[in-house]
C-alpha cells in the first residue's frame, strides 16, 4: 500500500477558524500544517466560508477563534455563529461530531475570550462531545498567543495520535517536508483566464479630502478625511475598514531585494493543488506580481511566528536556518521577541538581515499573510453628510531603538494619498448605539476617541436632542483640540455642554477623569437624575479603567454609596446599555 492510499484512510479533521485581524487565521494554518505532518487529512476553513449544512457530517473538528469589539465574534464567524445559534437546531444535531477549541483574547478585556467560550458550550449544547479541554490563548502573556497554543495543541496531538495511531509503515513527516497548497503558474500557459473577483460586501469610495488638522510642529499627524459613496446605510457609532495599500517605492524596494523585479509585471495565475484549502476568490484570477505585492501580501508589518517556519526552509545559509528555526521554537520565542516584537521590525526588514532567504514563487501566500483592513470610527452623520463619510485618522508612527520610525501600514498610505483616488473600503456596526429614548448623553473623548462622538453628537442635534455632555482631553488646546469650532458652535446655540482637559497646557496633567470628578453634579444630575447613558472611546491602554474609577468615585460621592455599591451601579448601567465604550489598542 503506498503512503498516499494509507492518508486517504486517515481521518477528515475539519480546521475552521474565526479571525478578524489576522492572528488566528495563522494559528489554524500552523494546526492544517501540523495536522498534515500526522497523515490526517485537514480541511481548513474560516468559519463563514464553510457549507454549514456539512457539519452534521463532521467527525472531527478543532476551531480556532478569537474576540474582538467588546466580547464578539469576528466578522467572519458571524454568520456560521448565527446558524449554530438557530433555536430550530435539535439537541443532539452535532452527536457525531469530536471537537476542541481555542479561544484567542486578551484577558486586559472584560469578555475574556467569550466566543471561543460561548462556541464551546454551544457545542456541547448540541451534542458534540470535547476531545481535549478548550484553551485560551491571552495577548496578555508574555510569550502572546502561542503561550496557550504550543501546551494545548501538544495536548491535542496527544489524544488524536492515540485515538488514530498510524498505521504500520506509515511515521509523522519530518519539520522539513513543505506541502504546496497552490502553485505559481504563467497566466498564458493556464488553461482558464478570469479575472479576480470581489467581494459583494465592499465598496470602492472615493476620497475627497485629506486634511492635515494638527499643526506641523505637533508630534502627531492626523487627519480629516472625507470618502464620497453612494448612499450605503451606516448608523452613528459605525466603523469604516479600510484595506490598505503598500506604497509603490516599497514594493519596488521589495521587488528589487528578493529579485522579483525581472517577473514583476509578467500575469501569472495561482493554481490550486488541495480542493479543501481554498485561495481567496480575490486571487482566483490572473495577477501580477507587482499587483499581489502592492495590493495584497502583508510584507511591511511584524512578522508572524509562521514566516519563520517558513523562512528556515528557503535559505541554504546553515546558521541563517538554524536561527530562523529557533525563532520558530518554543524555546526561542524570548529571542524573537526581542529581535522582532520590541523592535516592531518588519518582515521586510527581517528579509534584509536574512538576505540568504529565497523564497520560492509557490510559497508566497504561505510566507506572506494577506494585507487585512484597519478599522475607523465613523466621524459623520449619515443624515447631515449624505453620500460622504468622515473619519478623524491618526496617522501612526512612532520610534523604537530601530534607526528609522516606524509607520503604520495603511495610516502612511492613507497620508500620501491625493483627493480623487479610490479607496475599498467595508462597513461594520460599531459597539455603541444611541439610546431610544430622549436622555441626556455624556460623551467622554481623550484623543481621536472624539472621532464617533462627532457622529452621535451630529445625529443627536438633528433629532432636536440638546441634553448633551462632551468631555474632551488632548495635549494642547493649540495643537490637537479636534473639532474645537464645531463644540464650541454647539456649545454656543445650547445644544452641548462641554468640558475640556488639555493635559499639557499646565504643570500639573490634567486629563478627562479630572474633569469626570470636578463635574460630579452635573454628570450625576444627567445619568442618575434624568437617566442618561455614557459613551467612551479611546486608547485601550490605562484609560478605560482610569475613567471607570472616576465614574465610581462621582457615584459613590453623589450617591452617598460605598465604592463597591458605585462599581455595582457601574455594571448595572453596562448591562442595560447605558454604559457603552469602543476602545482600541
Ligand atoms: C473599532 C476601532 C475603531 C477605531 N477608530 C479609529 C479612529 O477613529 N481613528 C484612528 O486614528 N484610529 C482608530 N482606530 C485605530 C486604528 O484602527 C489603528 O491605529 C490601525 O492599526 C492603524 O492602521 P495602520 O495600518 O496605520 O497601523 P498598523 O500597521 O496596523 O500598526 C498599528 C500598530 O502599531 C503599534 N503601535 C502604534 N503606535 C505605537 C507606539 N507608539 N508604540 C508602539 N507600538 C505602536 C500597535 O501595535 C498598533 O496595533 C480604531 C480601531 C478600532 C479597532
Ligand atoms: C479592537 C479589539 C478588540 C478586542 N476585544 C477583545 C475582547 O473583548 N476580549 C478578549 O478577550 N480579547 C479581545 N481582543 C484581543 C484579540 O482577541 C486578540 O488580540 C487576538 O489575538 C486577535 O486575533 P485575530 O487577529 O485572529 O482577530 C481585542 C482585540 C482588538 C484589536
Redesign the pocket.
Known amino acids: 500500500m503506498t503512503s498516499a492510499e494509507t492518508t486517504a484512510e486517515r481521518p477528515r479533521l475539519l480546521i475552521l477558524y474565526g ?7 495563522d494559528m489554524a494554518d500552523r494546526v492544517r500544517r501540523e495536522a498534515k505532518r500526522r497523515h490526517f487529512r485537514p480541511a481548513l476553513f474560516a468559519m463563514d466560508e464553510y457549507d454549514r449544512a456539512q457539519l452534521v457530517n463532521e467527525r472531527l473538528a478543532i476551531f480556532v477563534c ?7 465574534e ?1 466578522d467572519n464567524m458571524k454568520k456560521f455563529w448565527r446558524f449554530l445559534m438557530r433555536k430550530d437546531l435539535p439537541k443532539g444535531a452535532l452527536a457525531q461530531l469530536r471537537f476542541a477549541v481555542f479561544g ?4 486586559s ?6 466566543p471561543g467560550k460561548k462556541l464551546h458550550k454551544r457545542l456541547m449544547q448540541l451534542g458534540a462531545q470535547p476531545y481535549h479541554p478548550r484553551g485560551d ?1 491571552d ?1 496578555q502573556h508574555y510569550l502572546g ?1 502561542d503561550g496557550a497554543l504550543d501546551p494545548w495543541l501538544d495536548g491535542v496531538w496527544n489524544v488524536l495520535m492515540q485515538a488514530y495511531p498510524l498505521p504500520a509503515g506509515l511515521s509523522a513527516l519530518p519539520d522539513d517536508v513543505l506541502y504546496p497548497w497552490m502553485q505559481f503558474a504563467d497566466a498564458l500557459d493556464s488553461a482558464i483566464q478570469t479575472t479576480a473577483s470581489t467581494s459583494t460586501d465592499r465598496y470602492l469610495a472615493t476620497l475627497t479630502r485629506n486634511e492635515r488638522v494638527t499643526p506641523h510642529s505637533h508630534f502627531q499627524d492626523v487627519r480629516l478625511l472625507e470618502f464620497q459613496l453612494d448612499n450605503r446605510p451606516f448608523e452613528p457609532g459605525d466603523i469604516l475598514d479600510i484595506m490598505p495599500e503598500n506604497l509603490e517605492s516599497d514594493v519596488n524596494d521589495f521587488l528589487e531585494h528578493t529579485g522579483l523585479v525581472v517577473c514583476a509585471d509578467r500575469p501569472f495565475r495561482f493554481r490550486e493543488t488541495d480542493p479543501e484549502h481554498r485561495l481567496p476568490s480575490a486571487l482566483r484570477g490572473t495577477l501580477t506580481l507587482r499587483d499581489l505585492c502592492r495590493r495584497w501580501l502583508d510584507v511591511f508589518s511584524i512578522p508572524r511566528r509562521s514566516f519563520f517556519e517558513f523562512a528556515a526552509h528557503f535559505t541554504k545559509d546553515p546558521e541563517h536556518a538554524e536561527k530562523l528555526r529557533e525563532f520558530n521554537s518554543a524555546a526561542g520565542q524570548d529571542d524573537l521577541y526581542a529581535y522582532c516584537h520590541r523592535m516592531r521590525r518588519t518582515t521586510f526588514e527581517v528579509l534584509q538581515d536574512f538576505r540568504s532567504i529565497e523564497i520560492p514563487l509557490d510559497y508566497l501566500l504561505d510566507v506572506f499573510p494577506l494585507l487585512r483592513p484597519r478599522q475607523f470610527s465613523i466621524a459623520s452623520s449619515p443624515t447631515m453628510y449624505p453620500d460622504r463619510v468622515h473619519l478623524l485618522m491618526g496617522v501612526v508612527k512612532y520610534r523604537t531603538r530601530l534607526s528609522t520610525p516606524r509607520t503604520g501600514v495603511c495610516t502612511r498610505w492613507i497620508a500620501q494619498l491625493d483627493p480623487t483616488k479610490q479607496v475599498s473600503v467595508g462597513f461594520r456596526q460599531g459597539t455603541m448605539r444611541l439610546p431610544t429614548q430622549p436622555v441626556p448623553i455624556v460623551l467622554i473623548a481623550p484623543g481621536l476617541g472624539v472621532a464617533p462622538m462627532r457622529s452621535l453628537l451630529q445625529k443627536r442635534i438633528e433629532c432636536g436632542q440638546h441634553d448633551n455632555i462632551l468631555i474632551f482631553g488632548c495635549r494642547h488646546h493649540a495643537a490637537d483640540y479636534y473639532c474645537a469650532d464645531e463644540w464650541e458652535q454647539m456649545c454656543g446655540s445650547g445644544m452641548l455642554q462641554l468640558f475640556t482637559a488639555f493635559s499639557r497646557d499646565q504643570d500639573e496633567k490634567r486629563y478627562v477623569q479630572h474633569a469626570i470628578r470636578e463635574q460630579a453634579q452635573v454628570l450625576w444630575a444627567a445619568i442618575h437624575t434624568r437617566g442618561g447613558a455614557i459613551y467612551l472611546c479611546g486608547k485601550s491602554t490605562r484609560m478605560p479603567e482610569d475613567v471607570a474609577e472616576a465614574l465610581c468615585d462621582v457615584f459613590a460621592e453623589q450617591g452617598g454609596m460605598s465604592l463597591s455599591d458605585a462599581k455595582a451601579y457601574l455594571q448595572g448601567l453596562k448591562r442595560v446599555g447605558r454604559f457603552q465604550q469602543e476602545c ?2
Not at 479571525?19 to 487565521?25: F, Y
Not at 484567542?104 to 484577558?107: A, V
Not at 478585556?109 to 467569550?114: A, L, M, Q, R, T
Open positions: 479571525s478578524q485581524t489576522g492572528c488566528a487565521a478569537s474576540t474582538t469589539g467588546q466580547g464578539e469576528p484567542l483574547g486578551d484577558s478585556y472584560e469578555k475574556f475570550n467569550y490563548g495577548d498567543q482600541w489598542d
